[in-house]
Structures are given as structure tokens and as C-alpha cells.
């Protein structure tokens, strides 16, 4: 594997062996300086790139800096609440261990913030990517307290008979990037390239965006909700137990990690706990996830919920039977996609009057994304080529860290590594020498042309029209798999083979096969001990595995 930077992220190109290569040098507008974002940082300076990474918080780390205050409509459904941007609770800890969860080039086995456990807390993770910035001098390109309010690809100066329409080269359009200062008054940090502090308006080459999906809460509607007279709220804006649940009738809905999680540190102080999922039926094996030896003695499984009854302050469940007295529901059903600053409308062809408008979760079908060269219905963010390029703007625009259920990190990294390359034309390379060697081992040798001709214009990506027919196809596969759209991007275990694809679109080695192996190791742990499995058997089984 090549070798992490010593200091920096100058001087690039002795470590990936690119240096007598004449590669493009764009200017990148990063959103978002969580995980995903300074890995995007690291990657496209080690590729030779100018970066500004824009922040809205007052430190890197996103969804890992802990906020102890939650927003002012806890269900987060009032667009106009006082807005929360972390989802952590107090006592959270990582579901996997820390050595799995580390960059590549950045490890993750040793302590960064006091915390030695193996699944560390938030705290922990939040040292690590703090020292991560730091190892590969990330903060001097980072602009805290910044928010990006739009980014608008640039709007030639003549239109087209259908309207106007980006300028697009092979390189997608140029950005421009507006921000403001998070807090009025409180000037925004602005490190970097010398700009005037009071700029609010920058172009540059391509966008990556970095903003997380774990800030806007994705709440269920059911018959009876408005009208239901107790608390419902989401798992976005709960930090502890005491005093909100203390001696309460609590309903959770949605029974993935957090859930599982919050309704067993809810049951230490709750009288009861129901904790509810769409299509439970009891376990059939003693030891399975769920079983009732492992639940705690006042947590009860149910069915999902299918009815609020605000007569009784009741919850009817799918089996039919029905909750009384019911003090919370508490909805861990998951977080939409949203991106309020991203302006995408009218690319390729719309006509819209404003020529631009926002992608986010209210998307309200085909006719409204027809329009959109980026949409986010029922949660699915399309088209996209593999999950990261939109083909009508590709390269210039690009996301970071939408698969779920996957080992983040390293995969974006990954993901940044590809977007870095492509932008300098370093990936164009990768695929034709891939392309050159198939055809001299299937025909002799020939020059490229063809494909691999595509591959080199586009950066190393495939033309517009491939890309495209590539996202459909991935849609089509979707619906005709009965998968809903809003698990488009939800992995498991396919993140291991689409890490491998990332690895080879860059050239470079697939992750070590321990990885993969210590995920399904825990998974197996986890459903075994739901309750203990980060605390041990001591010593770990899995350990060896690296």
C-alpha cells in the first residue's frame, strides 16, 4: 500500500507517482468538515488541488461533535425550529471496533482522547478526526462558523431554445459558492487563500459535498397522529434518560442500532418500553438478536405501529393489539438526504423561470424532478453514477458518504480518492492502462480507442449518456428487486465488493481482507450479545483477524 504523508498535504505527487504526468489543478469547494469532508480535503490536496472545506460548526468532526442542546420542535417536522445539526447522544458509543472504523492512512488502534475502549464513545471518534486534521494539516483550508446558503453551477450567457442551461465541458460547469457567518455577528472563520473575510460569493471548478444525512429527521405520519395528546418526538433530539423518561410509558418505533441502543438506556429509567418495528415476528432461536433473554425485563418487541389513539393515548400495532396510556413515542426512523444549499435546476435542458432550485427531501415526484439534474425523492438522491457523480454535472459536482449500513470511513476516503483523480485526470490514466492491458491480452494490443477513448476525455469517467444509462439501469434494479427507493444506498455487505470497484477506479490496492472480516465477526457478536458484545468476551475473538 503506498504510504500516508508524513506532514501535509504538500508535495503530493512523489507518493502516488504521478509526478511526470501534467495533471489538471482545480479549485474545490468541500461542504461539510465531518469525516467525509476532510477526507475529501486530504484526498484532493494529495492530488494536487486547491481546497476550501466549508464549515458551518466551530470545529471539525460534524455528526461527531456532541451538542447537549436538542432543537425547539423536538419531532423536527417545523421547518421553522431552531435547528440542531448533531444527532449524538451523551452516552453513544461506537457499534464498531475503532481499529475497523480508521482511514487507511490514518489508524485508528491507538488512543486520541482518553477513552480506551475498543468501541469507543463519541468523544473518542471526535479526538481521532480532530487528530486526523491536524496529522495531515487539514484546519488551514477549513472555514469554521461558515455556511454554504447556495451553490450554483454558472449559467452561460446565452440560451438555449429550451432556456438556460450550465456551461458544460468535460469537466462539468464552474461553482458558484455563497456563505454566511453561522452566528449573526460572529465573524466566520476564513482561512486559506488570503480572500477578502468579507467575500460572500467565490467561483470554483467543482463542488464536493460533504453535508451528512444525519440532521434532518425522516418522521412516519400515522391515522390519529395530530391529535395524539402525548410526547412524540425523534431519536435526533435525544440525549439522555433522566429526567424526560423517568418512570414513563415509552414507545420506540424503528429497531436498527439506534433504536436498539436507546430503548435498552431508556428502559434503565422507564416503567415500560415497547420497542417497535415494521413486520416483527418473535425469534425463533434463543441467542437470536431480540430474543427475550436478551431484552431487558421491561422492554417488550412489537409489531410496527399502524394507528395513534388519542382517546387513551394509545398505539395499535400491527398484530392488532393496542398500547394504553402511552406517555412517548420516540420515532429512530431514520434521517432524509437534504441539500438546501445545492441549486440544480434547469441543468441540461429544464426551463424554470429561476433556472435553479434547491435539492432536498420535499421533493414532490417526476414532474418537479424531472427538472432537476440532482432530486432526492423518497430519499433516493438521483440520478448518480456509483453513488457519487450526477451524470448531467459530473465531474465538477460530486457527494460524499451517502451509502449506509457500511464502515464510513474508509470508504470515504475512498469515494474522495476517486473524486481527486478523476478532477485531475490521474483516474483517466488508471482506466485506460486497465483498458490497454484487457485488449493486449484479448487481441494484441491495439491502440485504445473506443471506450477507453471516452474514459480519457471524461476525466476517467464514462460519457454523460453511459453514466446516465448506468444510474437507470441501477433504478430499474431497485424497483424490479421490490427494493424500496429509500434504500437505494443502503450497502450491508455490497460495500465490500463497491469498495473494490473505488480501489480499482484509483489504481491502488483494495482494503485489507481483515476489515471486511472483523465487520462480519462483530455482526455475528452483536446479534449473539445485543447487550454485551461491545464489552467483550476479553479476550476479543476477533482481534487476530488484522
Avoid at 457567518?181 to 460572500?200: F, M, N, V
Avoid at 485526470?425 to 471516452?454: F, L, N, S
Avoid at 444509462?469 to 430499474?476: G, Y
Amino acid at each position: 500500500r503506498h504510504a500516508a504523508m508524513a506532514a501535509g498535504a504538500a508535495a503530493p505527487h512523489e507518493e502516488r507517482g504521478t509526478e511526470s504526468k501534467s495533471r489538471r489543478r482545480a479549485r474545490v469547494a468541500v461542504v461539510g468538515a465531518g469525516a467525509a469532508g476532510l477526507a475529501a480535503a486530504r484526498e484532493l490536496a494529495v492530488e494536487g488541488h486547491s481546497v476550501v472545506v466549508y464549515e458551518k460548526g466551530g470545529d471539525v468532526g460534524g455528526v461527531w461533535m456532541y451538542d447537549a442542546n436538542v432543537e425547539s420542535d423536538t419531532l423536527g417536522t417545523d421547518p421553522g425550529r431552531a435547528r440542531v445539526h448533531g444527532s449524538v447522544y451523551a452516552s453513544l458509543r461506537t457499534n464498531l471496533p475503532r481499529e475497523v472504523m480508521g482511514f487507511e492512512s490514518f489508524s485508528f488502534g491507538r488512543v486520541f482522547g482518553g477513552d480506551t475502549r475498543r468501541f469507543c464513545g463519541h468523544a473518542e471518534v471526535r479526538a481521532y478526526l480532530g487528530a486526523f486534521a491536524d496529522h495531515f494539516g487539514l484546519r488551514d483550508v477549513v472555514r469554521l462558523n461558515t455556511e454554504v446558503t447556495s451553490a450554483y453551477p454558472i449559467v452561460s450567457e446565452s440560451s438555449s431554445e429550451t432556456g438556460s442551461t450550465a456551461t458544460l465541458t468535460c469537466w462539468g460547469p464552474k461553482w458558484r459558492v455563497s456563505c454566511a457567518p453561522t452566528h449573526p455577528g460572529k465573524e466566520a472563520t476564513r482561512r486559506g487563500e488570503g480572500e477578502d473575510a468579507e467575500s460572500q460569493s467565490e467561483v470554483f471548478d467543482a463542488v464536493v459535498v460533504c453535508n451528512g444525512h444525519y440532521s434532518e429527521p425522516r418522521v412516519p405520519t400515522f391515522p390519529g397522529s395530530e391529535q395524539w395528546p402525548g410526547t412524540q418526538m425523534h431519536s435526533h433530539n435525544y440525549r439522555e434518560p433522566a429526567p424526560a423518561f423517568v418512570g414513563k410509558n415509552v414507545v420506540v418505533l424503528g429497531a436498527m442500532a439506534s433504536g436498539e441502543d436507546l430503548s435498552r438506556e431508556i428502559a434503565t429509567v422507564a416503567a415500560k418500553v415497547h420497542l417497535a418495528a415494521r413486520g416483527y415476528t418473535p425469534p425463533k432461536e434463543l441467542g437470536d438478536m431480540g430474543c427475550a433473554s436478551s431484552d431487558p425485563g421491561n422492554r417488550t418487541r412489537r409489531g410496527g405501529i399502524v394507528e395513534l389513539l388519542p382517546h387513551c393515548s394509545g398505539v395499535r400495532f400491527e398484530d392488532g393489539s393496542v398500547e394504553e396510556d402511552v406517555d412517548i413515542i420516540m420515532y429512530a426512523t431514520g434521517y432524509h438526504y437534504t441539500f438546501p444549499f445545492l441549486h440544480t435546476r434547469g441543468v441540461g435542458g429544464g426551463n424554470e423561470e429561476d433556472g435553479a432550485g434547491g435539492a432536498n427531501h420535499r421533493g414532490n415526484g417526476s414532474g418537479a424532478s424531472a427538472m432537476l439534474a440532482v432530486s432526492t425523492d423518497d430519499n433516493c438522491v438521483s440520478p448518480l453514477y456509483q453513488h457519487v457523480f450526477p451524470p448531467q454535472l459530473a465531474p465538477s459536482l460530486s457527494f460524499i458518504g451517502l451509502p449506509w449500513k457500511v464502515v464510513p470511513f474508509p470508504q470515504f476516503e475512498l469515494q474522495a480518492k476517486w473524486i481527486a483523480q478523476v478532477l485531475s485526470g490521474a483516474a483517466a490514466d488508471v482506466a485506460a492502462d486497465v483498458t490497454a492491458r484487457d485488449k493486449t491480452i484479448r487481441d494484441g494490443g491495439d491502440d485504445v480507442e473506443g471506450p477507453a477513448a471516452d474514459l480519457i476525455g471524461w476525466g476517467g469517467l464514462p460519457s454523460r449518456s453511459d453514466m446516465a444509462a448506468d444510474a437507470a439501469a441501477f433504478e430499474a434494479g431497485l424497483e424490479s428487486n421490490s427494493v424500496p427507493r429509500r434504500h437505494a444506498h443502503q450497502m450491508g455487505d455490497a460495500q465490500f465488493a463497491y469498495n473494490d470497484m473505488l480501489s480499482a477506479r484509483c489504481g491502488t490496492p483494495p482494503l485489507a481482507d481483515w476489515r471486511a472480516d472483523m465487520y462480519h465477526a462483530t455482526g455475528i457478536r452483536k446479534r449473539a450479545q445485543p447487550q454485551g458484545y461491545r464489552d467483550g468476551p476479553l479476550p476479543w475473538g476477533d482481534e487476530s483477524l488484522r
